[in-house]
């Protein structure tokens, strides 16, 4: 890190970026938003959505693929996929 206090929102989009970046080669935000329904997390990652059709990628599988690279453990609990390629966080 740069050194500057970063909300978790802020460190969920840079990290989920970074491993959308890494899958697919290309930038595309991660999109982070609270969750809405809190029963599957706190926060979800909407961004694979849209990658993956400008990737001409499958949602889920990408979603899939960006949490197996994802470096996230020191932040949150295991991520999971849920939906079409929704990332529960």
Wanted: net charge negative; with cysteine.
């Amino acid at each position: 890190m740069d050194g500057t206090l970063n909300t978790i929102i802020d460190l969920l989009e840079q990290r989920i970026s970074a491993a959308l970046g890494q899958v697919t080669g290309q930038d595309f935000p991660a999109m982070i938003m609270v969750a809405a329904n809190p029963q599957f997390g706190d926060y979800q990652a909407n961004g694979v959505m849209a990658a993956a059709k400008k990737a001409k990628m499958n949602p889920r599988q990408l979603a899939e693929q960006v949490i197996g690279v994802l470096e996230i453990d020191d932040v949150c609990l295991p991520p999971e996929v849920a939906g079409p390629g929704f990332i529960n966080l």
